[in-house]
């Protein structure tokens, strides 16, 4: 993105459906959530991650409930200490490469499939961008497989 304005506007949006889409536990990995997190604190904290922070602006909310506050202040300076010699720019391009990424990429619209009614949660995903609509089912442990992947121009 050649406008730095639009590149930081672009970079908050995906942060917030970061935190919005992927609240439930089943969308997406952990790690991930962990990778996504960290390079949203190096693009809002920079190089001093190790002060206060507050770590429901950085992850959803299922993965504090699962590891606990005070596990995620203590380990999240380590997870960005891989990022330290990079900088806010190339923090922010990351983040959207990383959140543009299937299955469950953030910046297209997502509609939750269940194979029967009775279902609580969602089975598979329908996903829609403006490059592509793929359908993907989802594991246990979050995250899921690709069942279908199809670009806009191969639809023709």
Aim: hydrophobic share 40%.
């Amino acid at each position: 993105m050649p406008c730095p304005k639009a590149l930081e506007h672009y970079y908050l949006q995906l942060k917030d459906n970061f935190l919005d889409q992927w609240a439930s536990r089943h969308s997406v990995s952990e790690e991930r959530c962990w990778e996504m997190a960290a390079l949203a604190l190096k693009v809002d904290k920079g190089d001093n991650p190790g002060g206060y922070f507050r770590a429901e602006q950085y992850f959803p909310i299922w993965v504090i409930d699962l590891r606990g506050l005070e596990y995620v202040r203590k380990y999240m300076p380590a997870a960005t200490e891989d990022l330290k010699d990079m900088s806010r720019k190339d923090a922010m391009i990351k983040f959207a490469f990383e959140a543009s990424r299937s299955p469950f990429a953030l910046n297209c619209h997502l509609y939750g499939l269940r194979r029967h009614k009775m279902d609580t949660v969602d089975n598979a995903v329908l996903g829609i961008s403006a490059k592509y609509v793929f359908s993907s089912e989802r594991g246990e442990g979050g995250g899921g497989e690709v069942i279908f992947e199809n670009s806009w121009e191969k639809a023709r």
